[in-house]
């Protein structure tokens, strides 16, 4: 089970206070056009090993990212949803999904800490479990989106294949 984002966020700033790193606060650092190193936060999920290796580095500058779970990324996701071309149930199974995130409308769902060294950007991130449910429900919808790309050919539709 995922620490209570919240609170590891207040402990995560306390522990940057004290060991006096400088903190930026970024967007997500792992789409960035720098090589992403990605720490094993499944195995070793306490950020502390993460920023040790920044200071044994001798690395002072951290980014910190916070996401927070809107109820605009439901809007989005529903409109989406809208738009696609599947079966009643398949659009209604959905639906309920996305609409069971709702409750955490406001929650932080993802933090990141990042720092860059010799052209690479190294980053921690942890996610809570709903919202890697959230990601899948996302990955549905843009899969179902390419299928309707793929039959509609090249031109979307509007040509004739003859």
């Given at each position: 089970m995922r620490p209570n984002l919240d609170s590891l966020t207040e402990e995560i700033q306390?522990?940057?206070?004290?060991?006096q790193f400088v903190v930026f606060r970024s967007y997500s650092r792992s789409g960035t056009d720098?090589?992403?190193v990605l720490w094993d936060s499944d195995r070793y999920p306490d950020f502390r090993m993460f920023l040790e290796c920044a200071a044994k580095l001798g690395v002072r500058l951290v980014?910190?990212?916070?996401?927070?779970?809107t109820s605009e990324h439901r809007e989005n996701a529903l409109s989406q949803l809208d738009d696609l071309d599947l079966s009643r149930e398949e659009k209604r199974d959905l639906k309920r999904r996305i609409e069971e995130l709702a409750v955490y409308e406001g929650f932080l769902c993802e933090i990141e800490l990042a720092f860059d060294y010799e052209?690479?950007?190294?980053?921690?991130d942890l996610e809570?479990?709903?919202?890697?449910?959230?990601?899948?429900?996302?990955?549905?919808?843009?899969?179902?989106?390419?299928e309707e790309d793929e039959e509609d050919g090249p031109y979307g539709g509007y040509f004739s294949n003859n």
């Open positions: 306390q522990y940057l206070d004290s060991e720098s090589p992403a980014t910190f990212f916070q996401r927070e779970f052209g690479h950007t190294y980053v921690f809570t479990e709903w919202y890697e449910e959230w990601n899948e429900i996302m990955d549905e919808l843009e899969d179902s989106f390419g």
